[in-house]
């Protein structure tokens, strides 16, 4: 019985001032402190943290927990007699203040303790029991009140247990997830940088077909201007001839002066130069089409 009393005294004081709770108010860290002792202690502090957990207070406006102070005033007996008869101390009490005798009955209608004279000419009518065993029933009452404020306790303490499972568990998604993400995007990396490689595979192979294309017009170009050159150069040197030897060679000449004219000129050949759409050209769309399911996808 006296252990409970120690439990319960300890679950119902202050942690400011030691005392049973006045006017508690409780945080929303679920610790309770008398009001004026928590706010001495926030004026002194600076702040608004709770002074168990130093946690900051998100309430802006504290209330009295009636129920907490219901339990803490039945406890110390302020619930009838008031603030000021507890300072009287513990003789008023054990004895009547009107008849001076030894207060050994409650009454249950007006929830007192009386005395025997009290009994006999004020409370007649009412349920009377020993003073014993309304204590007895009234710490029962009491028992299972804190019972109640313990196990509602324990069911904040499970829920706050599930928060930081969830914050942890949360912790290793978040880890997991980024490291596939990397994978991922490694994979992309990979994918077009093999992509840009044959782009430009194609690109450069496109370039050495167009300048080899470019070099056999070049050559036969080339042939042709030789040959017009010896063309015009024999046709030059037959201008110079005196007219006997004119006349006996022109015919040759002129001959093959009129073949190289029916030549027809060289013309560019279509297609010389790099195809920069095709390369360039929806770009974008077409590498993105190619990629592999695998990697990541808007």
């Known amino acids: 019985m006296a252990e409970n009393t120690v439990v319960l005294e300890s679950y119902l004081s202050c942690h400011v001032c030691s005392e049973t709770f006045r006017d508690p108010v409780s945080l929303s860290c679920n610790h309770s402190f008398c009001s004026s002792c928590l706010q001495k202690f926030w004026e002194q502090t600076g702040n608004k ?24 005033d039945s406890f110390t007996g302020r619930q009838k007699s008031g603030s000021s008869q507890r300072e009287k101390g513990e003789k008023q009490l054990m004895v009547c203040s009107e ?17 025997p004279v009290c009994e006999f ?28 404020l313990q196990d509602k306790r324990n069911k904040h303490k499970q829920v706050e247990k599930t928060y930081d499972d969830v914050i942890q568990h949360s912790k290793k998604q978040v880890l997991s997830t980024e490291r596939q993400i990397r994978a991922e995007f490694n994979k ?33 170009i080339e042939e042709q201007i030789s040959s017009l050159s010896d063309s015009i150069s024999a046709v030059e040197e037959e ?6 030897s004119f006349l006996s060679s022109y015919e040759a000449t002129q001959s093959r002066a009129r073949g190289q004219r029916s030549l027809p ?34």
Do not use: Y
């Not at 309304?134 to 019972?147: F, G, H, I, R, T």
């Open 188 to 220: 992309l990396h990979q994918f077009l940088k093999e992509e840009e490689e044959s782009r430009l595979a194609a690109l450069r192979e496109e370039e050495e077909q167009k300048r080899k294309t470019i070099m056999r017009e070049m050559k036969r």
């Open 121 to 148: 000419s004020l409370h007649q009518s009412h349920k009377v029991v020993p003073i014993e065993e309304a204590v007895s029933e009234l710490k029962e009452q009491l028992k299972s009140d804190l019972k109640s």
């Open 239 to 244: 201008l110079q001839k005196d007219n006997m």
């Open 49 to 72: 943290n709770c002074p168990i957990c130093k946690r900051r207070s998100s309430k802006v406006i504290l209330q009295v927990n009636f129920g907490l102070k219901e339990l803490a």
């Open 265 to 298: 000129v060289s013309q560019l050949v279509s297609g010389a130069l790099i195809d920069v759409a095709k390369h360039l050209g929806n770009l974008w769309t077409m590498t993105w089409g190619t990629c592999p399911s695998t990697t990541l996808k808007t």
């Open 99 to 115: 008849h001076q005798e030894a207060t050994k009955l409650f009454c249950k209608d007006e929830q007192r303790a009386v005395c």
